[in-house]
């Protein structure tokens, strides 16, 4: 390569069932960029992972796999891992394993309208940010059953610390800012979004005064150390019932939010649901250093192999990884070409209506790059 060349090298990890379909469709719509958005070369390294992987090898994130995104990737991109629906011993999810070795501690969820409606049938700008602390709350399951005199009784411990709280916060603020920054590349009579970014802070500290009380008070303190984010962003705070209220009443009202483990996957679940179909909703672990695309679909063994899987939260998947790397236009034209194919209705697979097929959708959103 030329002296001073960027590149971009991401480690693809399609996994199991339809996550073989999806990541190759990620993969040809990031070779179809544009010069001038995308400046850098991108390579790609083929990687193993996944429940397959483990049935013939024993292993389901082999150190090969993670030798390599350390050492030669700048991110990735995930497929998906067939959950076996009976305990396997020996055998722990890959993608845990990767937040955990990489340190991807927050996963992040973008909910977005698109073409796509609510359930009451009616269309609504959704452009809202789901910030997921990924290391803590009630997934250190630590759990303990005891038999009282008036029978068992179980007890699970929350952990909530200033450390996790301060970089769910700082990634939330800082993510504001950068959505603006890219929003400004928008003309301003396409914007469907309000001016000033927003940070809702999602918790419960009127019934957990201590553990929620921290998260909050941390949160909070992050926003008031930083002048460029008390510029910048507006901060808010919503009990999460009320979150969960409102976000099905007035979604476009949210731009980003930023929650404890527990509560942020309940409501990214219940957020994927305003939007439509499963293939839609894209997401990323996020690390300091490392970011892993992933779709938030599963395998979807009833669907594999048949070339008519969603690639578009895979496809999404994808320009969340650029934005994060610094490539913001890049990320940009992918999400504008895949709005239009969804708003032109004509390209689409069948969990959307339609009678297209995965190649058929990522050739149309490569055209559009
Ligand atoms: P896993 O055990 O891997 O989670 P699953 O059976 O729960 O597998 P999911 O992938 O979670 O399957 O999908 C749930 C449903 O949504 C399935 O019917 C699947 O076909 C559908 N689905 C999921 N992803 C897509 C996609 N990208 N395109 C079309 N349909 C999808
Ligand atoms: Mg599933």
Same mark, same amino acid.
């Given at each position: 390569?030329?002296?001073?060349?960027?590149?971009?090298?991401?480690?693809?990890?399609?996994?199991?069932?339809?996550?073989?379909?999806?990541?190759?469709?990620?993969? +040809?719509?990031?070779? =179809?960029?544009?010069?001038?958005?995308?400046?850098?070369?991108?390579?790609?390294?083929?990687?193993?992972?996944?429940?397959?992987?483990?049935?013939?090898?024993?292993?389901?994130?082999?150190? +090969?796999?993670? =030798?390599?995104?350390?050492?030669?990737?700048?991110?990735?991109?995930?497929?998906?891992?067939?959950?076996?629906?009976?305990?396997?011993?020996?055998?722990?999810?890959?993608?845990?394993?990767?937040?955990?070795?990489?340190?991807?501690?927050?996963?992040? $969820?973008? @909910?977005?309208?698109?073409?796509? #409606?609510?359930?009451?049938?009616?269309? $609504?700008?959704?452009?809202?940010?789901?910030?997921?602390?990924? %290391?803590?709350?009630?997934?250190?399951?630590?759990?303990?059953?005891?038999?009282? !005199?008036?029978?068992?009784?179980?007890?699970?411990?929350? $952990?909530?610390?200033?450390?996790?709280?301060?970089?769910?916060?700082?990634?939330?603020?800082?993510?504001?800012? +950068?959505?603006?920054?890219?929003?400004?590349?928008?003309?301003?009579?396409?914007?469907?979004?309000?001016?000033?970014?927003?940070?809702?802070?999602?918790?419960? /500290?009127?019934?957990? /005064?201590?553990?929620?009380?921290?998260?909050?008070?941390?949160?909070?303190?992050?926003?008031?150390?930083?002048?460029?984010?008390?510029?910048?962003?507006? @901060?808010?705070?919503?009990?999460?019932?009320?979150?969960?209220?409102?976000?099905?009443?007035?979604?476009?009202?949210?731009?980003?939010?930023?929650?404890?483990?527990?509560?942020?996957?309940?409501?990214? *679940?219940?957020?994927?649901?305003?939007?439509?179909?499963?293939?839609?909703?894209?997401?990323?672990?996020?690390?300091?250093?490392?970011?892993?695309?992933?779709? @938030?679909?599963?395998?979807? !063994? *009833?669907?594999?192999?048949?070339?008519?899987?969603?690639?578009?939260?895979?496809? $999404?998947?994808? #320009?969340?990884?650029?934005?994060? %790397?610094?490539?913001?236009?890049? #990320?940009?034209?992918?999400?504008?070409?895949?709005?239009?194919?969804?708003?032109?209705?004509?390209?689409? %697979?069948?969990?959307?209506?339609?009678? /297209?097929?995965?190649?058929?959708? %990522?050739?149309?959103?490569?055209?559009?790059?």
């Amino acid at each position: 390569s030329s002296a001073g060349a960027k590149s971009l090298t991401i480690g693809l990890i399609p996994a199991d069932g339809i996550g073989r379909e999806v990541i190759p469709a990620a993969r +040809q719509v990031l070779e =179809a960029l544009a010069s001038d958005v995308m400046p850098a070369r991108l390579s790609f390294v083929d990687l193993d992972a996944g429940f397959e992987y483990f049935q013939k090898h024993g292993v389901a994130l082999p150190e +090969q796999t993670l =030798a390599a995104l350390k050492g030669d990737c700048d991110g990735a991109l995930f497929g998906a891992v067939s959950s076996p629906s009976h305990k396997v011993a020996g055998y722990s999810s890959p993608i845990v394993g990767l937040r955990k070795k990489m340190d991807l501690y927050a996963n992040v $969820r973008p @909910v977005i309208s698109g073409a796509a #409606a609510t359930a009451s049938g009616e269309k $609504r700008a959704i452009d809202m940010l789901i910030i997921r602390e990924n %290391t803590e709350c009630l997934y250190i399951k630590e759990e303990e059953l005891h038999e009282g !005199p008036d029978g068992k009784y179980a007890v699970a411990k929350r $952990r909530i610390s200033e450390f996790a709280s301060r970089r769910a916060g700082e990634m939330a603020f800082s993510m504001a800012l +950068q959505r603006d920054r890219m929003r400004q590349q928008v003309a301003a009579s396409e914007r469907t979004w309000k001016a000033r970014p927003k940070v809702t802070i999602v918790h419960k /500290s009127n019934v957990l /005064s201590v553990t929620d009380g921290l998260w909050r008070e941390t949160v909070r303190g992050v926003y008031a150390g930083n002048a460029e984010y008390r510029e910048g962003v507006d @901060v808010e705070e919503q009990l999460v019932d009320s979150m969960v209220y409102r976000m099905f009443r007035e979604p476009e009202a949210f731009d980003v939010v930023v929650a404890p483990n527990m509560y942020g996957d309940i409501i990214s *679940d219940g957020a994927a649901a305003l939007v439509g179909s499963l293939g839609l909703v894209p997401s990323a672990n996020v690390g300091d250093s490392f970011v892993v695309g992933e779709p @938030v679909h599963g395998s979807a !063994p *009833d669907i594999a192999g048949k070339n008519i899987a969603n690639p578009i939260a895979a496809i $999404r998947s994808a #320009a969340m990884l650029l934005e994060r %790397t610094g490539y913001a236009s890049a #990320a940009l034209a992918i999400y504008r070409a895949v709005d239009k194919v969804l708003e032109a209705g004509q390209i689409r %697979t069948p969990d959307l209506g339609g009678k /297209s097929t995965t190649s058929d959708v %990522t050739e149309a959103v490569c055209r559009l790059l």
